[in-house]
């Protein structure tokens, strides 16, 4: 079973509009976090913003924020005022296990464009 | 503040032969890690370091791809006889032990012909 769903392979977004990318996930553990990273076309992961499982707060970083539903196990990302550079794929990954294994487990992604 | 580098960021090899590529983590940062990327996928883990010790290994990671970190810095991943199939963005993170976010490299981009 995937642990990281994205399901939408494409999205397109007005210039200045705010967009939402969808992110679910599957675990068992209690403690775990979540990431959104950015990779445009160099390739280059630029990591965007971070949600741990016991933070009661939805993260927020500049024009990014997490929508946080524990219960649904979802983490989609909100753009705000989108701007033509945001234009890239962007990823969702999840840690799990608090002292477990460090690595991340990533979706397939999201290809944004964003509209002139 | 210097980001995590990658060395080379291209590689175009022939099936067969042996590539190497090197990772400099963020400095002081203690853990380092190794993903591989296939077109239109997301990052696969391959391989994890804290300090020079290797705590984690994928199944990804054949017997023909070996990683070392040998003082707790720079890190290699070497691939040999390599195949097609190993064609990829080969990524390179790191992070410290009091902030798990990972920092990523610009990768080094494998063609093996």
């Known amino acids: 079973a995937q642990k990281i769903t994205q399901t939408q392979p494409g999205m397109f977004v007005q210039e200045k509009e705010a967009v939402t990318l969808d992110c679910t996930y599957d675990t068992s553990d209690q403690s775990y976090g979540l990431f959104w990273y950015k990779q445009p076309s160099s390739g280059e992961m630029i990591f965007l913003i971070y949600?741990?499982?016991?933070?009661?707060q939805n993260a927020t970083e500049g024009r990014y924020s997490l929508n946080f539903q524990k219960a649904r196990k979802s983490a989609n990302l909100v753009i705000s005022a989108s701007q033509l550079g945001d234009s890239a794929m962007y990823f969702c990954a999840m840690r799990e296990g608090e002292g477990g294994s460090e690595k991340l487990v990533f979706g397939k992604g999201t290809k944004l464009t964003v509209n002139p | 503040d210097t980001g995590v580098s990658q060395d080379p960021r291209h590689k175009i090899t022939k099936r067969g032969q042996n590539v190497t590529f090197r990772c400099d983590p963020i400095?002081?940062?203690?853990?380092l890690y190794w993903y591989r990327q296939t077109l239109g996928q997301g990052p696969e883990f391959l391989t994890y370091?804290?300090?020079?010790?290797?705590?984690?290994k994928s199944r990804l990671l054949s017997d023909r791809f070996s990683a070392e970190r040998p003082k707790g810095s720079f890190s290699t991943l070497e691939i040999q006889r390599t195949e097609q199939g190993d064609s990829a963005m080969y990524l390179c993170a790191s992070s410290s032990l009091q902030q798990e976010t990972q920092y990523f490299g610009p990768g080094t981009r494998l063609l093996v012909l």
């Open positions: 400095s002081e940062h203690n853990r």
């Open positions: 370091f804290q300090n020079e010790a290797q705590l984690e």
């Open positions: 949600q741990g499982s016991y933070d009661e």
